[in-house]
């Protein structure tokens, strides 16, 4: 008779819900999902629930409907406190629970850089919780507008720091949200006469995609009415104002999209951190002095062959999710472990209706092509069928 390993995953989002699917259907496995939240978040389409174009369930699946079929999977909703490495048990709360191998995969939150009193003035993007927060704070600007006119124009002004994706994506949504989709909406007040800022510190937009992608979505955004600021770094940021090296911005939204970082637990487990917190893993997305115990997503620097760190992005964290659970079955199949290799499938930004960018390898789509490629992989990677439709 086999001898029933314990498996404890730590989060439910991209890379532990694919390590949860491919153990899932081991017997000899008994799987325990912890994770804060009692759902899945698809996090990608989080801004289109921020700019009230989804509703919150189109992306937020609960856990244990997700494995509801797999008798071999519990499901806890709580916070680790502690791991005991040597003798193989992790804490959360008041209680404890042994395991035989350990995949951490807890994400990231929002970093301020060393900037840690900026919070309060700005409105980040990471969880359910922070597109509810900033879905009401630009409908109830429209509303306060409505109701005070005369305030409107401070009232519908909305400055997004940070030029990545996350940024590119709000930028665009919330300019088709004010200048098109809600326009006739109020009798008060034009919201095409919203101001939207993109401030982004570097040269260009989306600075990992392909220049000519970069420059295009500057072009679209321009062509939406985002006034976009590069080159612009920024040096303070209080109640409704943020200083740049040249110049005071003022608005009634302020949202930061400019980084992330992972959980502070990354830095208590007693592993090699680089400057940004994330543990310092090896080819097999482990650590030497703890083989059993594999980091993976935005918890886990992992460097490739060609010496390139690997970003935090959703298809890092699937792909490392679903090696660590080969290479647990590997292991008890006594078989020696192979390296991981990430195979890049390439990026997408949306801009807004019908228009997105793509880098695909080699090939690269922008417009309506861009738009139905990043359609087509979020409904392809989103979870739940009803979902999809």
């Not at 801004?47 to 499901?75: F, G, H, M, W």
């Not at 700005?122 to 922070?130: A, F, H, N, P, R």
């Not at 940021?237 to 608005?251: N, Q």
């Amino acid at each position: 008779m086999k001898e029933t390993k314990e498996v404890v995953i730590v989060g439910a989002g991209f890379g532990g819900l694919q390590a949860v699917k491919k153990l899932a259907k081991r017997k000899d496995l008994n799987i325990t999902l912890i994770d804060r939240a009692n759902h899945h978040l698809f996090q990608p389409l989080l801004y289109q629930v921020a700019t009230a174009v989804l509703s919150p369930a189109d992306i937020a699946i609960p856990s244990r409907s997700l494995t509801e079929n797999c008798k071999n999977v519990t499901v806890i909703m709580s916070n680790v406190t502690a791991i005991d490495k040597e003798k193989r048990i992790i804490f959360f709360n008041d209680r404890a629970l042994k395991y035989d191998y350990l995949i951490l995969a807890m994400g990231a939150k929002t970093s301020y850089f060393g900037n840690k009193e900026w919070e309060k003035y700005t409105i980040g993007l990471k969880s359910l919780t922070d597109a509810l927060k900033l879905r009401k704070k630009i409908l109830f600007s429209f509303e306060d507008a409505e109701n005070y006119p005369e305030n409107a124009g401070k009232l519908l002004k909305y400055i997004i720091i940070g030029g990545g994706p996350t940024g590119v994506e709000l930028a665009g949504s919330i300019a088709e949200l004010s200048h098109n989709i809600i326009r006739k909406d109020f009798r008060k007040i034009d919201t095409s006469k919203a101001e939207v800022i993109l401030i982004e510190g570097g040269a260009r937009l989306l600075p990992t995609f392909d220049a000519g992608l970069s420059d295009y979505s500057k072009q679209s955004l321009e062509k939406r009415g985002v006034k976009v600021y590069l080159n612009t770094k920024v040096k303070n940021i209080e109640e409704g104002r943020v200083f740049t090296e040249s110049r005071m911005f003022e608005a009634n939204t302020i949202i930061w999209a400019a980084g992330v970082e992972p959980v502070p637990f990354s830095r208590e487990l007693g592993f090699q951190t680089d400057r940004a917190g994330r543990v310092i893993v090896n080819k097999f997305c482990s650590v030497d002095s703890n083989p059993e115990i594999f980091i993976i997503g935005d918890m886990a620097a992992f460097t490739d062959d060609e010496g390139k760190l690997l970003p935090g992005v959703s298809p890092v964290a699937m792909q490392q999710g679903r090696y660590a659970a080969r290479t647990i079955v590997n292991d008890i199949k006594k078989k020696e472990r192979t390296p991981f290799r990430y195979i890049d499938k390439g990026s997408m930004a949306t801009i807004g209706r019908k228009d997105a960018v793509a880098e695909l390898g080699k090939v690269k789509y922008k417009g309506l092509f861009g738009w139905l490629s990043w359609l087509g992989l979020h409904i392809f990677y989103l979870v739940g069928f009803k979902n999809k439709i």
